[in-house]
């Protein structure tokens, strides 16, 4: 519990960062993947991924971002890039 409450903190705090321009879009996206993941079993930019069918694939995506439209939009606004150009950088089979 204590470990939960202190990524939230560390969360909520790098959030204020990024806000300012004094942490990267990137990092902050791929953190709040993580976070998610590990607090609601969700996550909102498809940074995690897992081998399912030997290709990878984004683990659980909540609402919206099962949309290839709206996941690449929400990537963009991190200066991610868009889905499939990401999943390119890893091997074709897992």
């Given at each position: 519990m204590l470990i939960r409450f202190f990524r939230s903190w560390r969360f909520v705090s790098l959030n204020r960062l990024r806000g300012r321009g004094q942490f990267p879009k990137q990092g902050?996206?791929?953190?709040?993947?993580?976070?998610?993941?590990?607090t609601t079993g969700k996550q909102h930019y498809g940074s995690q991924l897992s081998c399912q069918s030997h290709h990878y694939v984004p683990i659980s995506l909540d609402a919206g971002a099962d949309n290839p439209k709206?996941?690449?939009?929400?990537?963009a606004d991190m200066n991610l890039p868009p889905e499939a150009t990401y999943l390119k950088?890893?091997?074709?089979?897992?």
């Open positions: 902050y996206a791929l953190l709040t993947d993580r976070v998610m993941l590990a709206t996941l690449d939009v929400r990537r950088r890893f091997p074709p089979h897992c």
